[in-house]
């Protein structure tokens, strides 16, 4: 067995216990892919990381994603997580104020900021696209949403990488009173390979112009306390429709609460239209694991 260094995390969270939990390995050269499987298996954790040192010119260090059921090509809160734990042991060094993580989903780069000593972290999301715009009142659609009161914008299949329908909610309290229909919802997910139900609803909350909800449909049905790439796809829509919240094509969205988190997530849109989402990291637990 080796001795490797382990940090469990609690990512887009202003503070401990509120967004969505991680855990990372590094020093993971020599795991393969039966042992990193098993290690996300034995933490019970929504994903769990493993770090590399680069090989690729111009990258901070190899990453690879695991849920406790198969490997992940990529998603937003483990991306995010994995940059704090390279920079808490010191595996990597902005550049530029940028990290550059090397995986499934290719090089892909993170911009470190610190505002009064608080540090966040982005990273820039791959490219989503509409793949379709329908009726609220499409049939494969109506079972899943039946009974919410709506918004303005239309439902919509945003592509990512992971397939979400978004869906706007006439309000933050509608929002928040939802009580999914699972059967419903899992039968859309299937039917169309996506993940299940990104529902929002414009806000005007303290620090938040959004608020989300995922439900997951796909496999096992669940609410994610906080999903990066979720919310990357829905501001991509958002752009795609001119109505994104506020004027600075960048906003906060709260997510988790209804499942007994707060976590708070940090969208922006730059001059070329990459969606970059991220938010804090708060270190939960520090060691080692023998594997």
């Known amino acids: 067995m080796t001795t490797r260094r382990f940090l469990q995390l609690d990512v887009f969270a202003p503070r401990p216990g509120t967004g969505n939990p991680l855990a990372v390995v590094l020093d993971a050269d020599g795991l393969d892919d039966a042992a990193m499987q098993a290690i996300a298996r034995w933490t019970r954790l ?128 509608t929002l928040r009173a939802l009580a999914p229909d699972w059967d419903a919802i899992a039968t859309l ?27 997951v449909g796909n496999g096992r049905r669940f609410e994610d306390a906080a999903s990066g790439a979720a919310n990357a796809v829905l501001a991509a829509w958002l752009d795609e429709r001119g109505a994104l919240p506020g004027n600075e094509r960048r906003y906060t969205a709260s997510q988790g609460r209804e499942v007994g988190h707060d976590a708070l997530l940090q969208l922006s849109i730059d001059a070329q239209g990459d969606v970059w989402s991220g938010g804090q990291v708060q270190t939960v637990i520090r060691g080692t694991i023998d594997w």
Do not use: C, N
């Open 46 to 173: 929504p994903e769990t990381t493993f770090l590399f040192a680069p090989t690729q010119p111009g990258t901070s260090y190899g990453i690879r994603m695991f849920a406790p059921q198969k490997e992940v090509p990529f998603a937003g809160h483990p991306s995010v997580g994995s940059a704090h734990a390279a920079l808490e042991f010191g595996l990597a060094t902005p550049v530029d104020g940028l990290l550059v993580q090397d995986g499934i989903a290719g090089q892909l780069p993170l911009r470190v900021s610190e505002h009064d000593g608080v540090r966040s972290i982005a990273i820039r999301t791959p490219r989503a696209s509409v793949a379709e715009v329908i009726s609220a009142d499409d049939p494969r659609l109506q079972p899943a949403i039946a009974g919410w009161a709506l918004g303005s914008l239309p439902p919509a299949l945003m592509d990512g990488g992971r397939r979400w329908w978004v869906v706007e909610v006439a309000d933050e309290a």
């Open 189 to 215: 997910a299937e039917a169309t390979g996506a993940m299940g139900v990104f529902a929002y609803a414009r806000a005007q909350g303290d620090g938040y112009q959004l608020v989300v909800r995922a439900f």
